[in-house]
Every structure is written in structure tokens, then in C-alpha cells.
């Protein structure tokens, strides 16, 4: 695959990971309000030990999901864009 295309879809895929961690807390909001909307109807079976891990599970998942969606992201780049990537992060914590 060309540098250029590489550094296309490592963007890309990083910019995927970026929008899953931002949704992941509002997701796992929604699946609160949901089951508090549910919580009397909950099915046979399903505890409200489950019913409450739900909403944690949803954010550690959709967390982790996104950390591998942004090292897949990196892991495209080619290392000299892995390199300029690097020193500017390193600038940028200098700088703040």
C-alpha cells in the first residue's frame, strides 16, 4: 500500500477510535436511563446485578474497542508519519 494511503486510512481509523471514546459515555448514559425506564419489567432471569453492570460494560467495551481502533490507526502509519506524530505530541506537552 503507498505511504500516502496508509497515512489515509491510520487518520481514518484513528478518527473512528476518537468518536467511539467520545460516544461511549453518552451510550452508557442512554443504557442508564433505559434500564431505570425497564426496571420493572426486567425479564426472568436477569438479575439487577446485570441490569446494573449493563451500563459499565457498555462504556469498558466501547472504550477498549475504541484503543484498539486508535493502535490499528497508528499501527497503519508509516514510521516516518509515526515519527512526525510522536514529536509533535512531544512539543505539545512541553508547550502546555
Not at 500516502?4 to 481509523?13: D, E, Q, S
Not at 484513528?14 to 425506564?37: D, E, K, M, W, Y
Not at 439487577?48 to 459499565?56: D, E, M, N, Q, T
Not at 486508535?70 to 509515526?82: K, S
Amino acid at each position: 500500500m503507498p505511504s500516502a494511503n496508509r497515512v489515509v486510512w491510520g487518520h481514518a481509523l484513528t478518527q473512528i477510535g476518537v468518536v467511539v471514546r467520545r460516544g461511549s459515555f453518552p451510550v452508557a448514559l442512554l443504557a442508564v436511563v433505559l434500564i431505570l425506564a425497564t426496571a420493572m419489567q426486567a425479564p426472568a432471569g436477569f438479575g439487577p446485578v446485570w441490569i446494573l453492570a449493563l451500563p459499565v460494560l457498555t462504556f469498558v467495551l466501547g472504550r477498549a474497542f475504541a484503543i484498539g481502533l486508535g493502535a490499528a490507526g497508528w499501527m497503519t502509519f508509516p514510521p516516518e508519519h509515526r515519527a512526525v506524530l510522536a514529536e509533535l505530541g512531544a512539543r505539545a506537552r512541553v508547550n502546555a
